[in-house]
């Protein structure tokens, strides 16, 4: 999808990885989400409701951070990100359920100091 959307604006591509933090015992809800560069977005009344303490949350993020780096590697080989400094930054996520990954995605790219 995203490239289709960077085709369409003649726009260079590149990726933020970002991953979603999943309720142990109901993976598919997400209770979160982790990006690049240490970002973490938690939804504060899923982690309540599924009454997830901090051992739990931080067991799933360690997990997903291994992930987060094992993409990172094989997504950009090696390669640096196309700065953002003073761009405009479009951000696609192919599949927004409960927002967590988008939010992520944003604070990862808003960090980098894009324009809009």
């Known amino acids: 999808m995203a490239f289709e959307v960077a085709k369409a604006l003649q726009a260079p591509l590149d990726v933020l990885v970002v991953r979603k933090l999943g309720v142990p015992f109901q993976p598919e809800l997400a ?10 977005v938690l939804n504060d009344g899923v982690v309540r409701a599924a009454s997830l303490d901090d051992e739990d949350v931080q067991a799933v993020e360690r997990t997903q951070r291994i992930e987060l780096q094992r ?18 930054a479009v951000i696609v996520d192919d599949g927004i359920a409960t927002g967590a990954t988008a939010k992520a995605g944003c604070q990862v790219a808003r960090a980098q100091g894009p324009a809009r």
């Not at 209770?31 to 973490?40: K, L, Q, S, T």
Request: zero cysteines; a positive charge; hydrophobic letters at 30%.
């Open 31 to 40: 209770f979160g989400a982790i990006g690049e560069d240490g970002v973490r």
């Open 71 to 88: 993409r990172v590697e094989r997504f950009r080989r090696g390669r640096d990100r196309i700065p953002l400094t003073g761009r405009i």
